[in-house]
């Protein structure tokens, strides 16, 4: 399998929403967010209140990015009396922060206007992404890495017969 053809983690923060309306009413309260990357697994933002107009929230998540995920979907919805309401989604195409002239492990910073169900505009939706290095460790466990990794095999503990001790 290459590079390429193995799936991805993104560490994607959820950072804030502003101007969040329906049918041109303001939301204020019980507004948060579910990140979805074309799977049934979500990532969901605690509720939140506006200040100012701008919803924060700064959650971070892991995003398992599979090899034939073409976009992620930021769903901002609200919490009413009667239950959850929907306020309009955003989906971004994976190529617009992978592939491109940016190193996919930089932090980019990125702004997406939501529209409802009717495609009307309704808010927009504040986020950072980056691509997670993963290191395979000699017991097979993953850790996340941070930075550029250089590894140079050698021969550990080698005995006589040439085989490892």
């Known amino acids: 399998m290459e590079a390429r053809d193995k799936p991805k983690t993104l560490e994607l923060t959820v950072l804030s929403a502003q101007d969040i309306h329906v049918n041109g009413e303001p939301v204020t309260t019980n507004v948060f967010v579910v990140v979805r990357a074309e799977s049934a697994t979500s990532h969901t933002t605690p ?9 924060s929230w700064n959650e971070k998540f892991r995003v ?6 073409r976009s ?23 190529s617009d922060f992978l592939g ?7 932090l ?8 409802d169900w009717n495609g009307l505009r309704c808010g927009v939706v504040n986020f950072s992404v980056r691509v997670v290095l993963e290191e395979e460790t000699e017991s097979g466990e993953h850790v996340v890495a941070d930075g550029v990794v250089t590894g140079i095999p050698c021969w550990w503990n080698r005995g006589s017969d040439g085989g490892s001790v």
């Open 47 to 55: 509720l939140s209140t506006a200040v100012n107009g701008v919803h």
């Open 64 to 69: 398992e990015l599979s090899t034939y995920a």
């Open 72 to 94: 992620v979907s930021f769903e901002v919805k609200y919490q009413t009396a009667s239950g959850v309401r929907d306020i309009g989604v955003a989906r971004i195409a994976v």
């Open 100 to 106: 491109g002239s940016v190193p996919e492990t930089s």
């Open 108 to 115: 980019q910073v990125l702004s997406y206007g939501l529209r």
